[in-house]
């Protein structure tokens, strides 16, 4: 196993090591997000397009 935060690069703008301690939620916010998008219906005004689509602060 690679010790923490030398599986990714490290610059100013990244913190490995945050990301490193990140990954094992990641099954568990990914079936939230996914719950919530298979059990809502989203109206074009619940997203902000920036490049990427996300949903509006306040929505949830």
Known sequence: M?????ARLCDKNRAALV??????L???ADRLVLERVRSETFKSGDLKRDGAYRLKCGIG
């Open 26 to 28: 990641r099954p568990l």
């Open 19 to 24: 990301f490193d301690l990140m990954e094992p």
């Open 2 to 6: 690679i010790p923490f935060g030398s």
